[in-house]
């Protein structure tokens, strides 16, 4: 098997797992909700800017991909 067949079945497991986490993440962390995103509500108009949330995925990110590349 190439290493692109094997990249996308890593993906694909990835995105699953995440999509189980996403289904269930108001259970055990508050991703989307911290504090610090910003939202305004106005009469017919919410606009709502997740930065902290933003911040703490990319944060998430760096590591795994930290992680990869130290192991690889």
């Known amino acids: ?3 692109v067949a094997k990249m ?3 993906a694909g497991v990835i995105l ?5 986490l996403w ?3 108001g259970k055990f ?3 989307g909700r911290l504090p610090g995103d910003i939202v305004i509500e ?6 709502y800017f997740p930065i902290v949330t ?3 995925i990319s944060v998430i990110l760096t590591l795994i991909s930290y992680f990869f590349r130290l192991f690889r």
Do not use: A, D
């Open 1 to 3: 098997m190439n290493s």
């Open 8 to 10: 996308l079945m890593l």
């Open 16 to 20: 699953f797992l995440l999509g189980l």
């Open 23 to 25: 289904q269930t993440r």
């Open 29 to 31: 962390f508050p991703l």
């Open 42 to 47: 106005k009469e017919n108009v919410k606009f």
């Open 54 to 56: 933003c911040i703490v």
